[in-house]
Every structure is written in structure tokens, then in C-alpha cells.
């Protein structure tokens, strides 16, 4: 579990953290969901350790990330698995060598065990024929697969992803949400999404987290959204909803 207690985040004179306190359980997808300059991406990179935040505690099964020294978090971050917006695969390698690639930085691993880790981890993302094809000879939501394998090759604890669903099309972002939740069930991770997708809201939100304006708005679960009184978030959603709706009806047409 990743528990935040009081988190504040400011730059210069800006807060853009207003106190956050959240809990984000094992085996479950927990989203953060919010506007464009609500502070969710703020958030995201506090939780990982890209930034610091100016007040609180970021506990990861009890370790404050906060007080941790330069090699306990290099230690922490081993158990950390992250899927970017962008996929961020190498185009100069080939898929399977992208899987490995955190295995060859921090896995005591032989060449072999490496490779068949690898392997394992493109199988479960049903990619293992293309192994050998390099990012730009796949489409999209493979290359979002590939990454998933390659946040998976460590077999971590904690798995982030930004917005993975970013520039595919529905159906490839539900085959992406899906492989998301099982494995995250699977392996039993606490997974945090970053995400504006509504069919991952309404689809895999196990927990969801709302900010505005830099403060927890509301939090609950997918089945909660549909029967919130929250005027904010109802319209963040169905709003965001409405205009997923007609952009697929003109791209149909």
C-alpha cells in the first residue's frame, strides 16, 4: 500500500499541493483524475520521487519515501514499474532487448535468465512473435503492451502509469485497461494511473481520486461516480464523457 499523508507541493510562491491525503491499496487500479493544472500530475511525480514535496509523508508499506537516503530509494525504486505517456521505448533496439533493458541495468541476473524473463513478460502481454521487431515497426497500443512487459520485467510491487492510454483509439485503451487490471490482480501491485480516459474511470477504477485546485475533491470507486452528488466531478466526468462520445461519432462517420 501507498499511503500519502498531508502532501504539499509549492513552487516559489504557487501551492499546487494543498494538503492531499489518500491511501492506495495492493491488487487494486487506483486513478488520479482531474482537469488540466489540478496538480494530478504534480502528485504523481511527488509519489515516485521525481520531486519532493515541501510538507508530508509518502509511505510505501510503511517506509517514508520522504526520509529515505540517496541508496534506500535507489533500493525502492528497484520495486517500482512505470508505463509513460509516450510508451518511451528505445527505437535503436529491438522489442525484446526494450523488455530487457531493466533487467541488464539492475538485475544480478545471467544473459539466459534475463532473456527468458523477458520472454515470459512479452508472452503475457501476447507479443512474443515480435520480439524482434523494432518500436517503429509496431503499432501503438503494441508498443504500449511492450512497455507494460518491460514495467513488468522486474516483477515490481508498485506500478505508475501516465496516462497510458494517450493517443490510442477506444478499443486498443480498453484491450490496454484491461491488461492493466489483470495484471495488477495477478501480480497483486498497487497500481496508480494518471489518467483523463472515462472508460478507465468507469471501467477499471477500483479507487479513484479527485483533485481540483490542488485539493482532494472526492474519492471513491467506479460504481460511486455514477451516483455522486459532487457537481464538480459529475461534470468533470459526463462532460468528458459527452465529448469522448462525439469525437467518436465524427471520426465513425
Request: charged share 25%; proline share 2%; aromatic share 8%.
Amino acid at each position: 500500500m501507498i499511503e500519502l499523508i498531508d502532501i504539499h507541493k509549492s513552487f516559489e510562491d504557487k501551492e499546487v499541493l494543498k494538503g492531499i491525503s489518500a491511501q492506495f491499496e495492493h491488487g487494486k487500479t487506483n486513478l488520479i483524475i482531474g482537469q488540466s493544472g489540478s496538480g494530478k500530475t504534480v502528485l504523481m511525480r511527488n509519489i515516485v520521487g521525481l520531486t519532493d514535496p515541501t510538507q508530508g509523508k509518502i509511505l510505501y508499506d510503511g517506509r517514508d519515501f520522504t526520509q529515505l537516503g540517496k541508496s534506500e530509494k535507489m533500493n525502492l525504486r528497484k520495486e517500482m514499474g512505470m508505463i509513460f505517456q509516450s510508451a518511451a521505448l528505445f527505437d535503436s533496439i529491438n522489442v525484446l532487448e526494450n523488455v530487457m533493458f531493466p533487467l541488464d541495468m539492475f538485475s544480478s541476473m545471467t544473459y539466459r535468465e534475463r532473456k527468458r524473463r523477458a520472454e515470459f513478460c512479452l508472452d503475457r502481454v501476447n507479443l512474443l512473435e515480435a520480439e524482434e521487431k523494432f518500436p517503429g515497426e509496431i503499432s501503438g497500443g503494441m508498443q504500449k503492451r511492450v512497455a507494460i512487459a518491460r514495467a513488468i520485467s522486474m516483477n515490481p510491487k508498485y506500478l505508475f502509469c501516465d496516462e497510458p492510454n494517450s493517443g490510442l483509439d477506444p478499443k486498443t485503451s480498453l484491450v490496454i485497461d484491461a491488461l492493466i487490471h489483470d495484471i495488477t490482480t495477478e501480480y497483486n501491485m498497487t497500481t496508480i494511473i494518471n489518467t483523463h480516459d472515462m472508460n478507465s474511470v468507469l471501467g477499471i477504477g477500483d479507487s479513484i481520486l479527485f483533485i481540483r485546485e490542488g485539493l482532494k475533491e472526492w474519492e471513491g470507486t467506479k460504481f460511486d461516480v455514477v451516483k455522486s452528488q459532487n457537481e464538480y466531478l459529475n461534470h468533470f466526468v459526463f462532460a468528458s464523457e459527452m465529448l469522448r462520445q462525439v469525437k467518436d461519432h465524427i471520426q465513425v462517420k
